[in-house]
């Protein structure tokens, strides 16, 4: 079993920038896809980013496409997530999470067992 903790998480202006940061224990994340989710208040959970676990199949909603970057450190064993020109609309809790699913379930949020706590994050206009 994989344990995540998110850090990086904050108030910041629209424009300005952010990087998450997801540190795994107890299992090599090698082993899982990775994905950034976030909840925004009165809102379903949805993903934001994935990465396979080869690294080879990115994705990310078309809201963020063009603006935030996953990436992954097996070595470090940690995810990142770096958000440019932030808006409003991004505001959310961040939830880094890992599935062990085959990539071709990557992009699916059912398949995702295992979640950090979250981190805040607000844009103010």
């Known amino acids: 079993q994989v344990q995540l903790v998110e850090s990086g998480g904050g108030l910041v202006q629209a424009g300005e920038s952010l990087r998450l940061s997801c540190a795994a224990s107890?299992?090599?994340?090698?082993?899982?896809?990775m994905g950034w989710f976030r909840q925004a208040p009165g809102k379903e959970r949805e993903l934001a980013a994935v990465?396979?676990?080869?690294?080879?199949?990115?994705y990310y909603v078309g809201s963020v496409k063009g603006r935030f970057t996953i990436s992954r450190d097996n070595a470090k064993n940690t995810v990142a997530l770096q958000m440019n020109s932030l808006k409003p609309d991004d505001t959310a809790v961040y939830y880094c999470?890992?599935?062990?699913?085959?990539?071709?379930?990557?992009?699916?949020?059912?398949?995702?067992?295992?979640w950090g706590q979250g981190t805040q994050v607000t844009v103010s206009s």
């Open positions: 107890g299992r090599a994340i090698s082993l899982y896809n």
């Open positions: 999470a890992a599935s062990g699913y085959s990539e071709s379930y990557a992009r699916d949020i059912s398949k995702y067992a295992y």
């Open positions: 990465i396979s676990r080869s690294g080879d199949t990115l």
